[in-house]
Structures are given as structure tokens and as C-alpha cells.
């Protein structure tokens, strides 16, 4: 089961702001999710990040690690757009209000405190 939009939702972590894609159901496919434009019609860019081994952790160590996620992403809440983790796959979804050097910034952020996870590539969409 994936997790809601903007929520990093686990009954482990909290959420990062409410959300208008709130009445969506879990496992829906990202495509029908992850919007491509903000709320002025602005194109959004995305990286996605894998957390090696994540779910195969203690739920204490999984806790750990969604709330360091959470405290980077709500640091830059105001440019973040969306963000799905996806605990069957270990992947973190998240697109951002394009700013240069963001698609690096956010993920080194995480990667400081989460040494194992990886970038996997950051998206701009044309």
C-alpha cells in the first residue's frame, strides 16, 4: 500500500498538510496521482529516491526514518507539491515548485540524515 499524497501517511508518521487529492484510494497507480502542474498551471519537477531495505527494518527504525522524510519535506513544504512512499517498494516520490538546483538539494538533505538511501533520478517534465 502506497502512501497518500502529501501525507507520507504510516501509522507510523504524521502528515505533511492536507490534501486535494485526499478522497484518492490507496494503490492507485502514481500516474493518476502525481500532479504535473501546480495549483497556477505551472509545470512541476520530480526526483524519486529508493530506501534500500526500508521495509524490511524494525517498525522503530521505519518510524526513524519517515520522520527525518517528513522533517526535510516540511522544511521545504512551501515547494513541495506532492510526496508518495510507496513501503512495498521502498520509493519516494516527491515533486517540487521547479527552482534550480532543487531536485539535488531536497534529496542531499535526506541523504545526509539517511545515509543508505539513493537518488534515483530527478524528472523535468517539458
Given at each position: 500500500m502506497s502512501a497518500s499524497p502529501l501525507a507520507l501517511k504510516s501509522p507510523l508518521s504524521t502528515s505533511l498538510?492536507?490534501?486535494a487529492f485526499a478522497g484518492l484510494q490507496p494503490d492507485e497507480p502514481l500516474w493518476k496521482?502525481?500532479?504535473?502542474?501546480d495549483d497556477a498551471g505551472h509545470l512541476l519537477s520530480d526526483f524519486r529516491m529508493i530506501f534500500p531495505g526500508l521495509?524490511?527494518?524494525?517498525?522503530?527504525r521505519q518510524q526513524h526514518t519517515l520522520r527525518i522524510i517528513n522533517a526535510v519535506l516540511h522544511h521545504y513544504g512551501?515547494?513541495?507539491?506532492?510526496?508518495d512512499l510507496n513501503m512495498r517498494t521502498n520509493l519516494l516520490?516527491?515533486?517540487i515548485r521547479p527552482r534550480p538546483g532543487l531536485?539535488?538539494?531536497i534529496p542531499a538533505a535526506i541523504k545526509t540524515l539517511v545515509p543508505e538511501a539513493l537518488l534515483l533520478a530527478p524528472y523535468w517534465r517539458r
Open positions: 498538510k492536507p490534501s496521482r502525481v500532479p504535473s502542474r521495509r524490511q527494518k524494525s517498525g522503530i512551501s515547494w513541495v507539491v506532492f510526496a516520490w516527491v515533486s531536485t539535488l538539494e
